[in-house]
Protein backbone atom coordinates (compact mmCIF):
# COMPACT_ATOMS: atom_id res chain seq x y z
CA UNK A 1 0.00 0.00 0.00
CA UNK A 2 2.68 2.63 1.27
CA UNK A 3 4.69 1.75 -1.82
CA UNK A 4 1.83 2.52 -4.48
CA UNK A 5 1.28 5.76 -2.70
CA UNK A 6 4.95 6.67 -3.51
CA UNK A 7 5.24 5.45 -6.75
CA UNK A 8 1.79 7.49 -7.45
CA UNK A 9 3.22 11.10 -6.12
CA UNK A 10 6.26 10.45 -8.08
CA UNK A 11 4.02 10.13 -11.22
CA UNK A 12 1.98 12.97 -10.36
CA UNK A 13 5.04 14.99 -9.89
CA UNK A 14 6.67 14.12 -12.90
CA UNK A 15 2.93 14.72 -14.70
CA UNK A 16 2.91 18.24 -12.77
CA UNK A 17 6.69 19.33 -14.04
CA UNK A 18 5.56 18.61 -18.00
CA UNK A 19 3.15 21.52 -17.71
CA UNK A 20 3.71 25.18 -17.79
CA UNK A 21 1.28 26.08 -15.56
CA UNK A 22 1.92 25.28 -11.99
CA UNK A 23 0.14 22.48 -10.06
CA UNK A 24 -3.24 23.22 -8.10
CA UNK A 25 -2.79 24.35 -4.83
CA UNK A 26 -4.88 24.04 -1.70
CA UNK A 27 -5.91 27.64 -1.97
CA UNK A 28 -8.08 26.95 -5.21
CA UNK A 29 -11.45 26.38 -4.99
CA UNK A 30 -12.15 22.46 -5.08
CA UNK A 31 -8.90 21.88 -2.36
CA UNK A 32 -10.47 24.60 -0.44
CA UNK A 33 -13.86 23.85 -0.26
CA UNK A 34 -12.55 20.10 0.40
CA UNK A 35 -10.06 21.42 3.09
CA UNK A 36 -13.48 22.80 4.81
CA UNK A 37 -15.41 19.66 4.42
CA UNK A 38 -12.96 17.38 5.33
CA UNK A 39 -12.09 19.59 8.98
CA UNK A 40 -16.13 19.82 9.46
CA UNK A 41 -16.44 16.60 9.47
CA UNK A 42 -13.83 15.66 11.95
CA UNK A 43 -15.00 18.63 13.73
CA UNK A 44 -18.21 17.10 14.75
CA UNK A 45 -16.66 13.66 15.23
CA UNK A 46 -14.68 15.32 18.03
CA UNK A 47 -17.44 16.66 19.27
CA UNK A 48 -19.17 13.51 19.76
CA UNK A 49 -16.63 10.84 19.71
CA UNK A 50 -16.84 7.88 22.52
CA UNK A 51 -13.68 6.50 21.08
CA UNK A 52 -9.88 7.54 20.51
CA UNK A 53 -8.40 8.10 17.17
CA UNK A 54 -5.53 5.81 16.21
CA UNK A 55 -3.37 8.43 14.81
CA UNK A 56 -2.15 12.29 16.15
CA UNK A 57 -4.97 14.52 13.69
CA UNK A 58 -3.64 17.95 13.15
CA UNK A 59 -6.16 20.61 12.43
CA UNK A 60 -4.14 21.90 10.13
CA UNK A 61 -3.75 18.89 7.69
CA UNK A 62 -7.36 17.12 8.05
CA UNK A 63 -6.13 14.96 5.58
CA UNK A 64 -3.39 13.60 6.78
CA UNK A 65 -2.21 11.57 10.51
CA UNK A 66 0.90 11.22 12.06
CA UNK A 67 2.49 8.90 14.23
CA UNK A 68 5.69 9.60 16.68
CA UNK A 69 8.15 7.80 13.77
CA UNK A 70 6.53 10.14 10.96
CA UNK A 71 6.52 13.33 13.83
CA UNK A 72 10.67 12.57 14.34
CA UNK A 73 11.43 12.81 10.67
CA UNK A 74 10.54 16.74 9.29
CA UNK A 75 13.50 17.67 9.80
CA UNK A 76 14.98 15.19 7.41
CA UNK A 77 12.72 16.57 4.64
CA UNK A 78 15.45 17.86 2.33
CA UNK A 79 14.83 17.19 -1.17
CA UNK A 80 11.78 16.37 -3.47
CA UNK A 81 12.08 12.44 -2.66
CA UNK A 82 12.16 12.46 1.05
CA UNK A 83 9.13 14.89 1.11
CA UNK A 84 7.41 12.83 -1.28
CA UNK A 85 8.54 9.55 0.63
CA UNK A 86 7.02 11.06 4.01
CA UNK A 87 3.52 12.17 2.63
CA UNK A 88 3.52 9.00 1.38
CA UNK A 89 3.42 7.57 4.87
CA UNK A 90 1.62 10.06 6.48
CA UNK A 91 -1.08 9.92 3.56
CA UNK A 92 -1.43 6.03 4.56
CA UNK A 93 -1.86 6.74 7.73
CA UNK A 94 -4.47 9.62 6.89
CA UNK A 95 -6.57 7.27 4.94
CA UNK A 96 -6.44 4.50 7.36
CA UNK A 97 -7.59 7.60 10.23
CA UNK A 98 -10.65 8.31 7.81
CA UNK A 99 -11.70 4.69 7.03
CA UNK A 100 -11.69 4.31 10.95
CA UNK A 101 -13.59 7.57 11.93
CA UNK A 102 -16.27 6.98 9.07
CA UNK A 103 -17.00 2.65 9.70
CA UNK A 104 -17.37 4.10 13.58
CA UNK A 105 -19.51 6.79 12.73
CA UNK A 106 -22.62 5.88 12.02
CA UNK A 107 -25.26 7.08 9.39
CA UNK A 108 -22.96 8.59 6.89
CA UNK A 109 -24.56 8.24 3.47
CA UNK A 110 -22.65 6.30 0.94
CA UNK A 111 -22.31 9.73 -1.09
CA UNK A 112 -20.35 11.77 1.60
CA UNK A 113 -18.09 9.18 2.34
CA UNK A 114 -17.12 8.89 -1.60
CA UNK A 115 -16.85 12.55 -1.07
CA UNK A 116 -14.80 12.76 1.55
CA UNK A 117 -12.21 10.22 0.42
CA UNK A 118 -12.27 11.64 -2.64
CA UNK A 119 -11.11 14.86 -1.09
CA UNK A 120 -8.67 13.30 0.98
CA UNK A 121 -7.00 11.96 -2.43
CA UNK A 122 -7.69 15.99 -4.15
CA UNK A 123 -5.44 17.28 -0.76
CA UNK A 124 -2.63 14.89 -0.60
CA UNK A 125 -2.14 15.40 -4.45
CA UNK A 126 -2.23 19.09 -4.20
CA UNK A 127 0.15 19.20 -0.50
CA UNK A 128 3.23 17.32 -2.85
CA UNK A 129 3.88 20.45 -4.48
CA UNK A 130 2.20 22.98 -2.28
CA UNK A 131 5.00 25.69 -0.60
CA UNK A 132 2.77 26.61 1.82
CA UNK A 133 2.58 23.18 3.37
CA UNK A 134 5.69 22.16 3.10
CA UNK A 135 6.81 25.43 5.01
CA UNK A 136 4.22 24.72 7.60
CA UNK A 137 5.91 21.40 8.32
CA UNK A 138 9.15 23.11 8.70
CA UNK A 139 8.01 25.54 10.99
CA UNK A 140 5.58 23.86 13.16
CA UNK A 141 5.91 20.18 12.65
CA UNK A 142 3.29 17.84 13.81
CA UNK A 143 3.79 16.46 17.40
CA UNK A 144 2.04 13.58 19.05
CA UNK A 145 0.82 14.90 22.60
CA UNK A 146 1.75 13.29 25.48
CA UNK A 147 0.19 9.70 27.14
CA UNK A 148 1.38 11.78 30.56
CA UNK A 149 -1.02 14.08 32.31
CA UNK A 150 1.52 16.70 34.04
CA UNK A 151 -1.14 18.25 35.93
CA UNK A 152 -1.47 15.56 38.11
CA UNK A 153 2.30 15.34 39.05
CA UNK A 154 2.10 18.52 40.22
CA UNK A 155 -0.96 17.58 42.61
CA UNK A 156 0.75 14.31 43.23
CA UNK A 157 4.24 16.13 44.05
CA UNK A 158 5.84 14.24 41.45
CA UNK A 159 9.21 15.13 42.73
CA UNK A 160 8.64 13.42 46.22
CA UNK A 161 6.43 10.46 44.70
CA UNK A 162 9.18 9.39 42.06
CA UNK A 163 11.83 9.24 44.78
CA UNK A 164 9.52 6.77 47.16
CA UNK A 165 8.63 4.88 44.30
CA UNK A 166 12.41 4.02 43.03
CA UNK A 167 13.26 1.64 45.57
CA UNK A 168 9.84 -0.08 45.28
CA UNK A 169 9.87 -0.44 41.25
CA UNK A 170 13.53 -1.68 41.54
CA UNK A 171 12.13 -4.16 43.89
CA UNK A 172 8.87 -5.52 41.76
CA UNK A 173 11.60 -6.52 39.11
CA UNK A 174 13.82 -8.26 41.07
CA UNK A 175 10.65 -10.28 41.94
CA UNK A 176 9.87 -10.88 38.43
CA UNK A 177 13.40 -11.70 37.50
CA UNK A 178 13.72 -13.92 40.71
CA UNK A 179 11.14 -15.79 38.62
CA UNK A 180 12.81 -16.42 35.43
CA UNK A 181 13.25 -19.89 34.07
CA UNK A 182 10.99 -21.38 36.63
CA UNK A 183 9.06 -24.55 34.92
CA UNK A 184 5.07 -24.14 34.49
CA UNK A 185 2.29 -26.05 35.35
CA UNK A 186 0.02 -27.40 32.90
CA UNK A 187 1.86 -25.53 30.09
CA UNK A 188 -0.45 -24.43 26.49
CA UNK A 189 1.20 -23.86 23.48
CA UNK A 190 0.06 -21.66 21.20
CA UNK A 191 1.44 -21.06 17.32
CA UNK A 192 0.28 -19.63 14.01
CA UNK A 193 0.57 -21.44 10.76
CA UNK A 194 4.09 -20.39 10.06
CA UNK A 195 6.28 -20.20 6.97
CA UNK A 196 10.15 -19.62 6.45
CA UNK A 197 12.31 -17.23 4.45
CA UNK A 198 16.02 -18.11 3.64
CA UNK A 199 18.38 -15.32 5.45
CA UNK A 200 18.90 -14.13 1.92
CA UNK A 201 15.46 -13.87 1.01
CA UNK A 202 15.04 -11.57 3.88
CA UNK A 203 18.56 -9.76 3.16
CA UNK A 204 17.56 -8.74 -0.27
CA UNK A 205 14.06 -7.40 0.81
CA UNK A 206 15.45 -5.51 3.29
CA UNK A 207 18.10 -3.93 1.14
CA UNK A 208 15.50 -3.06 -2.17
CA UNK A 209 13.46 -1.77 0.28
CA UNK A 210 15.94 0.31 1.79
CA UNK A 211 17.79 1.27 -1.52
CA UNK A 212 14.67 2.79 -2.69
CA UNK A 213 14.10 5.31 0.58
CA UNK A 214 16.02 8.39 0.27
CA UNK A 215 15.53 8.09 4.12
CA UNK A 216 17.00 5.24 4.22
CA UNK A 217 13.35 3.76 5.43
CA UNK A 218 12.69 -0.01 4.81
CA UNK A 219 9.18 0.71 4.29
CA UNK A 220 7.33 -2.30 3.63
CA UNK A 221 4.62 -3.60 1.38
CA UNK A 222 1.68 -5.42 2.77
CA UNK A 223 2.97 -9.10 1.33
CA UNK A 224 6.55 -8.02 2.89
CA UNK A 225 5.03 -7.35 6.12
CA UNK A 226 3.08 -10.73 6.07
CA UNK A 227 6.11 -12.25 5.30
CA UNK A 228 8.19 -11.21 7.90
CA UNK A 229 5.47 -11.75 10.47
CA UNK A 230 5.18 -14.71 9.63
CA UNK A 231 8.58 -15.87 9.64
CA UNK A 232 9.29 -14.60 13.28
CA UNK A 233 5.60 -15.74 14.54
CA UNK A 234 6.82 -16.84 18.17
CA UNK A 235 6.11 -20.34 20.22
CA UNK A 236 4.41 -19.20 23.27
CA UNK A 237 3.74 -21.22 26.01
CA UNK A 238 1.15 -20.17 28.83
CA UNK A 239 1.13 -21.44 32.36
CA UNK A 240 -2.80 -22.25 32.32
CA UNK A 241 -4.54 -23.11 35.52
CA UNK A 242 -7.48 -21.34 35.30
CA UNK A 243 -10.18 -19.73 32.05
CA UNK A 244 -8.31 -16.50 32.60
CA UNK A 245 -5.13 -18.10 31.18
CA UNK A 246 -6.78 -19.17 27.55
CA UNK A 247 -5.79 -17.02 24.76
CA UNK A 248 -8.71 -14.93 22.64
CA UNK A 249 -10.11 -12.79 20.64
CA UNK A 250 -11.24 -9.29 21.59
CA UNK A 251 -15.24 -8.92 20.77
CA UNK A 252 -18.68 -7.56 21.68
CA UNK A 253 -20.74 -9.27 23.82
CA UNK A 254 -25.02 -9.05 23.43
CA UNK A 255 -25.20 -6.25 25.65
CA UNK A 256 -22.55 -4.16 23.40
CA UNK A 257 -19.56 -5.08 26.37
CA UNK A 258 -15.90 -5.67 25.50
CA UNK A 259 -14.94 -9.72 26.24
CA UNK A 260 -12.35 -11.89 25.18
CA UNK A 261 -13.60 -15.08 23.36
CA UNK A 262 -11.18 -17.88 24.29
CA UNK A 263 -12.85 -20.17 21.72
CA UNK A 264 -11.42 -17.63 18.77
CA UNK A 265 -7.28 -18.29 19.70
CA UNK A 266 -5.71 -14.97 18.14
CA UNK A 267 -3.08 -12.96 17.56
CA UNK A 268 -3.03 -9.76 16.79
CA UNK A 269 -0.03 -8.31 14.27
CA UNK A 270 1.72 -5.07 12.88
CA UNK A 271 4.91 -3.99 11.92
CA UNK A 272 6.06 -0.45 13.04
CA UNK A 273 9.40 1.46 13.10
CA UNK A 274 12.08 3.05 15.48
CA UNK A 275 14.84 4.70 14.91
CA UNK A 276 18.33 3.40 16.54
CA UNK A 277 22.01 4.26 15.89
CA UNK A 278 20.94 6.43 13.03
CA UNK A 279 18.96 3.60 11.58
CA UNK A 280 15.70 3.30 10.82
CA UNK A 281 14.34 -0.09 11.49
CA UNK A 282 11.43 -2.34 11.64
CA UNK A 283 9.62 -3.85 14.32
CA UNK A 284 7.37 -6.66 14.24
CA UNK A 285 4.47 -6.57 16.69
CA UNK A 286 2.96 -9.81 18.50
CA UNK A 287 -0.31 -9.05 20.72
CA UNK A 288 -1.98 -11.24 22.53
CA UNK A 289 -5.36 -11.13 24.86
CA UNK A 290 -6.07 -12.65 27.98
CA UNK A 291 -9.53 -12.73 29.95
CA UNK A 292 -8.24 -10.91 33.28
CA UNK A 293 -5.68 -11.02 35.49
CA UNK A 294 -5.95 -13.07 38.29
CA UNK A 295 -6.46 -11.55 41.45
CA UNK A 296 -3.74 -13.22 44.23
CA UNK A 297 -6.12 -12.54 47.26
CA UNK A 298 -9.32 -11.15 48.57
CA UNK A 299 -7.21 -7.50 47.92
CA UNK A 300 -5.47 -6.93 44.89
CA UNK A 301 -4.92 -3.87 43.02
CA UNK A 302 -3.28 -4.90 40.49
CA UNK A 303 -5.94 -7.53 39.21
CA UNK A 304 -9.00 -6.89 37.42
CA UNK A 305 -10.74 -7.96 33.83
CA UNK A 306 -8.51 -8.20 30.68
CA UNK A 307 -5.04 -8.69 30.20
CA UNK A 308 -2.54 -8.70 27.10
CA UNK A 309 0.61 -8.64 26.45
CA UNK A 310 2.91 -7.35 22.98
CA UNK A 311 5.49 -9.23 21.68
CA UNK A 312 7.86 -7.10 20.02
CA UNK A 313 11.18 -8.21 17.81
CA UNK A 314 12.86 -5.22 16.33
CA UNK A 315 15.10 -6.15 13.38
CA UNK A 316 18.81 -4.71 12.18
CA UNK A 317 19.28 -3.44 8.73
CA UNK A 318 19.69 -6.99 7.51
CA UNK A 319 16.53 -8.63 8.51
CA UNK A 320 18.26 -10.11 11.40
CA UNK A 321 16.45 -10.36 14.99
CA UNK A 322 18.72 -7.49 17.51
CA UNK A 323 16.47 -6.33 20.15
CA UNK A 324 13.43 -7.93 21.88
CA UNK A 325 11.13 -6.08 24.39
CA UNK A 326 7.49 -6.58 25.89
CA UNK A 327 5.07 -4.80 27.62
CA UNK A 328 1.48 -5.49 28.83
CA UNK A 329 -1.17 -3.32 27.08
CA UNK A 330 -1.22 -0.71 29.88
CA UNK A 331 2.05 0.15 29.26
CA UNK A 332 3.09 -2.09 32.37
CA UNK A 333 6.75 -4.35 32.76
CA UNK A 334 8.42 -2.98 30.21
CA UNK A 335 11.35 -5.53 29.39
CA UNK A 336 14.05 -5.81 26.86
CA UNK A 337 16.32 -8.16 25.79
CA UNK A 338 19.68 -7.03 23.93
CA UNK A 339 20.51 -9.99 20.91
CA UNK A 340 23.83 -8.96 20.00
CA UNK A 341 26.97 -8.66 21.09
CA UNK A 342 27.64 -5.58 20.17
CA UNK A 343 24.74 -3.87 22.21
CA UNK A 344 25.41 -2.17 25.68
CA UNK A 345 22.38 -1.05 28.23
CA UNK A 346 22.71 2.69 29.05
CA UNK A 347 23.11 4.34 32.39
CA UNK A 348 20.36 7.09 33.21
CA UNK A 349 18.59 8.34 36.32
CA UNK A 350 15.31 7.82 34.92
CA UNK A 351 13.24 4.54 35.75
CA UNK A 352 14.99 1.41 33.78
CA UNK A 353 12.84 -1.46 32.07
CA UNK A 354 13.85 -4.77 33.41
CA UNK A 355 17.00 -5.49 31.01
CA UNK A 356 18.63 -8.97 29.48
CA UNK A 357 21.09 -10.30 27.20
CA UNK A 358 20.60 -12.95 24.88
CA UNK A 359 23.07 -14.89 22.66
CA UNK A 360 23.16 -14.27 18.98
CA UNK A 361 20.10 -16.24 17.28
CA UNK A 362 21.24 -18.17 14.63
CA UNK A 363 19.92 -17.97 11.15
CA UNK A 364 16.70 -20.75 11.55
CA UNK A 365 16.17 -20.22 15.61
CA UNK A 366 12.41 -19.67 16.34
CA UNK A 367 11.64 -16.88 19.18
CA UNK A 368 10.25 -19.08 21.91
CA UNK A 369 8.38 -17.16 24.96
CA UNK A 370 7.10 -18.39 28.64
CA UNK A 371 4.33 -16.49 30.80
CA UNK A 372 3.22 -17.33 33.90
CA UNK A 373 -0.45 -17.99 35.05
CA UNK A 374 -2.89 -15.18 36.43
CA UNK A 375 -0.20 -12.40 35.86
CA UNK A 376 1.16 -13.66 32.37
CA UNK A 377 4.39 -12.39 33.34
CA UNK A 378 7.58 -13.49 30.48
CA UNK A 379 9.45 -16.35 32.83
CA UNK A 380 11.69 -17.19 29.97
CA UNK A 381 12.40 -15.59 26.37
CA UNK A 382 14.61 -18.09 23.86
CA UNK A 383 15.51 -18.66 20.59
CA UNK A 384 15.98 -22.61 19.76
CA UNK A 385 16.60 -24.49 16.64
CA UNK A 386 14.88 -27.33 17.76
CA UNK A 387 11.79 -27.05 18.63
CA UNK A 388 10.56 -30.40 20.34
CA UNK A 389 8.46 -31.78 18.26
CA UNK A 390 6.08 -32.56 21.26
CA UNK A 391 5.62 -29.24 21.21
CA UNK A 392 4.90 -28.30 17.63
CA UNK A 393 2.39 -31.13 17.41
CA UNK A 394 0.26 -29.88 20.66
CA UNK A 395 0.44 -26.27 20.17
CA UNK A 396 -3.24 -24.44 19.77
CA UNK A 397 -3.44 -22.91 16.44
CA UNK A 398 -3.87 -19.08 16.09
CA UNK A 399 -5.81 -17.16 13.97
CA UNK A 400 -4.03 -13.73 13.16
CA UNK A 401 -5.64 -10.55 12.45
CA UNK A 402 -4.39 -6.78 11.82
CA UNK A 403 -3.47 -5.46 15.44
CA UNK A 404 -5.32 -2.12 13.68
CA UNK A 405 -8.34 -4.05 14.04
CA UNK A 406 -9.27 -3.58 17.34
CA UNK A 407 -10.31 -0.50 16.82
CA UNK A 408 -13.41 -1.06 14.56
CA UNK A 409 -15.04 -4.71 16.18
CA UNK A 410 -18.19 -5.59 14.87
CA UNK A 411 -21.06 -6.63 17.51
CA UNK A 412 -23.40 -9.53 17.48
CA UNK A 413 -25.97 -6.91 16.31
CA UNK A 414 -23.98 -6.14 12.88
CA UNK A 415 -22.51 -2.89 14.47
CA UNK A 416 -19.30 -1.71 14.35
CA UNK A 417 -17.84 -0.24 17.85
CA UNK A 418 -14.48 0.38 19.29
CA UNK A 419 -13.73 -1.27 23.15
CA UNK A 420 -11.71 1.98 23.77
CA UNK A 421 -12.82 4.65 25.02
CA UNK A 422 -11.97 8.36 24.03
CA UNK A 423 -8.73 8.21 25.78
CA UNK A 424 -7.70 4.93 24.50
CA UNK A 425 -8.68 2.96 27.19
CA UNK A 426 -11.18 0.16 27.72
CA UNK A 427 -13.00 1.40 30.76
CA UNK A 428 -14.14 -2.56 32.16
CA UNK A 429 -10.34 -2.92 32.14
CA UNK A 430 -9.67 -0.34 35.25
CA UNK A 431 -7.51 -1.08 38.25
CA UNK A 432 -7.23 -0.39 42.14
CA UNK A 433 -3.61 0.88 41.44
CA UNK A 434 -5.06 3.56 39.65
CA UNK A 435 -6.07 5.16 42.96
CA UNK A 436 -2.51 5.24 44.79
CA UNK A 437 -0.13 5.52 41.25
CA UNK A 438 -2.18 8.56 39.76
CA UNK A 439 0.85 11.11 41.30
CA UNK A 440 2.74 9.57 38.32
CA UNK A 441 0.98 11.24 35.51
CA UNK A 442 -0.20 7.83 34.07
CA UNK A 443 -4.13 8.31 32.84
CA UNK A 444 -5.48 4.60 34.44
CA UNK A 445 -2.72 2.80 35.35
CA UNK A 446 -2.87 -0.93 34.86
CA UNK A 447 -5.63 -0.35 32.13
CA UNK A 448 -5.82 -2.44 29.33
CA UNK A 449 -4.48 0.55 25.96
CA UNK A 450 -5.16 0.80 22.44
CA UNK A 451 -1.54 0.60 20.16
CA UNK A 452 0.43 4.20 20.34
CA UNK A 453 -1.09 5.23 23.83
CA UNK A 454 1.58 3.40 26.37
CA UNK A 455 3.34 5.66 28.32
CA UNK A 456 5.82 2.78 29.94
CA UNK A 457 7.67 4.50 33.00
CA UNK A 458 6.10 6.31 35.61
CA UNK A 459 9.75 8.03 36.76
CA UNK A 460 10.48 9.96 33.87
CA UNK A 461 8.76 9.92 30.77
CA UNK A 462 8.60 7.00 27.90
CA UNK A 463 6.39 6.02 24.90
CA UNK A 464 6.97 2.53 23.81
CA UNK A 465 6.65 3.87 20.58
CA UNK A 466 8.91 6.56 20.61
CA UNK A 467 11.03 6.80 17.72
CA UNK A 468 14.03 7.16 20.04
CA UNK A 469 13.84 5.26 23.23
CA UNK A 470 16.31 2.27 22.02
CA UNK A 471 18.67 4.97 21.93
CA UNK A 472 18.01 6.06 25.34
CA UNK A 473 18.09 2.76 26.79
CA UNK A 474 21.05 0.98 24.28
CA UNK A 475 24.54 1.60 23.11
CA UNK A 476 26.53 0.02 20.38
CA UNK A 477 30.21 -1.22 21.24
CA UNK A 478 33.14 -2.97 19.85
CA UNK A 479 33.06 -6.65 20.64
CA UNK A 480 35.80 -6.89 23.03
CA UNK A 481 35.88 -3.55 23.50
CA UNK A 482 34.70 -4.57 27.61
Not at 141 to 165: C, D, E, M, N
Request: proline letters at 6%; glycine letters at 4%; hydrophobic letters at 40%.
Amino acid sequence: MLRSWFAFLLFFTGLAGCTSSPPPKSSDGVSAQCEQSLAAFYQTVEDTRSYALPYYFDARFPHLAFDRISASLTDSLNDEASRLEWLGYVSMLGQQQLATVLALTPHVGNTKRMALTQCQHTLMEDSANDHGFWKAIEKNAPTPPTAYQHWKRVLGAYPIASVIAESRIKQEQAHIQRYFGRALAHPFHYSETRSTLSQEQIEKMMKQARQSSKLTWPMLDESQARQLLNHYSPMVTVETLSQDDLVGALAFDNHGKPIINTKLPRIYRSVSYTRFDEEILPQLNYVLWFPARTAKGSFDPYAGDFDAINLRLTLDTNGAPLIFDSIHQCGCFHMVYALNPTLRFTTSDNERPIENHLPLPTENARLAVSLTSGDHMISQVSFTDNMPATTALSAIALETRNLASLITLETPKDEVMSPFDRHGIIDESARGERWFLWPFGVRSPGAMRQQGMHAIAFIGERHFDDAYLFDELLERIEVGAE
